[in-house]
């Protein structure tokens, strides 16, 4: 039988996917307090069950103090358009509410345009008071003994709670620097987005840009790994893709993008988005191509010979891993990686102007009509028949299934995976002029970043770090 759930479990069902955790529960008091355009902002964490947010903002008119604890109740977006264009945290008007739900909840506010300000208790969802209370400008939310009627979330709590809530207001102190943040004594003042990154983790990142981007990295010690996209700490799958690739073992990246673009609506928490603008995800490919690739090779025309200069001179082999550098940096070379990129590259191009050994079909494969320009391409020997193709004879890198599939892919692309199948161990170094030889081919190759697998061909070490720890000046 199919019947409706009594509104008192409907409220504890709705409210738990919102206040799961103390953290989750901080992190909306916080975005709450932001949104109220503070110069200051307090966290207290007394424990993970009691802790307070305080700021200096707007403030809360006192007849809406119980409607701020309604459940779809907000003052930060009244149409579709507003949601639309979206430049505060929160939206929902489900915050409180939902927080409500779990613990015994205090808030003392004055709004900047009351002389009187007033203070709310709510528990377990029930209003307890409402009265008049003197109050400072701004609004004061104190949390205590959270999931009192939820034991079993209590029971589950982590020790290390704690250390997570501090960490989240110090990303929320980090992308805000125009705000200043008191975290459990530790004090940040109003600063520079560098300033603030500085001090809120203590350590030396460095620091590149682009038209909506802004990324700070270390490849040398792991602190932090965090998005922020119009500020809001998300998940974005895509990006974060795209920095692992790149090896960052530490990085903050803020992206400011317009409101249209995205929906932050897509879950309770807010944290994962969706962006609708694929130049984005190319902007921060740029920026890190630009920021990590190897520096350009000049190719030049010498009477009749082709020549090309690389500011990246060969030192050496061990045999695994090929040494190299330029003025600033160290480079490691995977060897091994360095014989599949130049081997991929040298097939791939043989294979497009037709040059590699052809196997033939035993029997004859027969083909749609409307592929004959892409079996040119790949090389193929072919013949017409009716309204079909018999194919004869096929590049030996490529197999028949490959041409079983071409009415459905690119040239580009069965091309590619039929390179990375046929790589072999390539070049045997056994001296100097070969190494050279092997060298000079790769770094004229299309790609040098990745082998033809994906994986990184190279790590870079910069000498001035080398040179430190030797006691010797760059």
């Known amino acids: 039988m199919i019947k409706r759930l009594p509104e008192e479990l409907i409220k504890i069902i709705s409210s738990g996917q919102i206040a799961y955790s103390p953290k989750a529960v901080l992190k909306e008091l916080l975005e709450n307090a932001l949104d109220s355009n503070p110069l200051k902002v307090k966290v207290d964490i007394s424990s993970p069950l009691?802790?307070?947010?305080?700021d200096d903002g707007e403030g809360i008119r006192y007849r809406e103090l119980p409607l701020a604890v309604e459940r779809f109740a907000t003052s930060k977006v009244n149409s579709l358009e507003d949601i639309k264009n979206l430049k505060t945290y929160g939206f929902r008007g489900e915050a409180l509410y939902a927080i409500s739900q779990h613990c015994r909840l205090t808030i003392k506010s004055r709004h900047a345009q009351e002389e009187v300000g007033g203070i709310l208790k709510v528990e377990g969802g029930k209003i307890k008071e409402h009265r008049p209370y003197p109050f400072s400008k701004g609004t004061k939310v104190e949390v205590n003994d959270l999931f009192f009627n939820a034991p079993v979330?209590?029971?589950?709590?982590?020790?290390?709670e704690k250390g997570r809530m501090v960490s989240l207001s110090r990303l929320y102190a980090a992308a805000n620097p125009e705000v200043e943040f008191l975290i459990c004594r530790e004090r940040f003042y109003r600063s520079s987005l560098k300033e603030r990154v500085f001090r809120v983790f203590g350590k030396e990142f460095k620091f590149v840009q682009g038209e909506r981007v802004k990324l700070f990295y270390?490849?040398?010690?792991?602190?932090?790994?965090?998005?922020?996209?119009?500020?809001r700490p998300v998940v974005v799958p895509e990006v974060e893709e795209i920095l692992s690739q790149n090896r960052l073992k530490s990085y903050l990246l803020f992206i400011e993008v317009e409101p249209s673009v995205v929906d932050f609506n897509i879950s309770p928490t807010k944290e994962r988005v969706l962006i609708e603008d694929d130049s984005l995800f190319e902007e921060v490919r740029e920026l890190l191509k630009e920021e990590f690739s190897l520096p350009k090779v000049l190719v030049f025309k010498e009477s009749s010979k082709v020549n090309y200069y690389s500011p990246i001179e060969l030192i050496g082999?061990?045999?695994?891993?090929?040494?190299?550098?330029?003025?600033e940096n160290f480079y490691f070379f995977d060897q091994h990686l360095v014989h599949e990129r130049v081997n991929y590259e040298e097939l791939l191009k043989l294979l497009k102007e037709g040059k590699l050994k052809r196997v033939n079909l035993v029997p004859p494969l027969l083909v749609e009509a409307e592929v004959k320009e892409k079996l040119k391409e790949l090389g193929a020997l072919f013949r017409e028949e009716g309204s079909k193709l018999v194919v004869e004879?096929?590049?030996?890198?490529?197999?028949?299934?490959?041409l079983k599939n071409l009415k459905e892919e690119t040239?580009?692309?069965?091309?590619?995976?039929?390179c990375k199948r046929a790589i072999k161990a390539g070049y045997r170094v056994v001296n100097v002029e070969q190494l050279k030889e092997l060298f000079e081919k790769y770094l004229c190759c299309k790609e040098r970043e990745v082998c033809p697998h994906g994986r990184p061909i190279y790590y870079k070490l910069e000498k001035k770090k080398v040179y430190r720890e030797i006691g010797r000046k760059l």
């Open 50 to 54: 009691s802790f307070s947010v305080s």
């Open 153 to 160: 979330r209590r029971r589950s709590l982590s020790k290390r």
């Open 218 to 231: 270390s490849r040398e010690f792991s602190s932090v790994r965090q998005l922020f996209l119009n500020r």
């Open 317 to 327: 082999t061990d045999g695994t891993v090929i040494v190299a550098h330029d003025h």
């Open 393 to 402: 004879a096929i590049p030996e890198i490529l197999e028949v299934e490959d």
């Open 411 to 418: 040239v580009d692309s069965i091309a590619s995976r039929a």
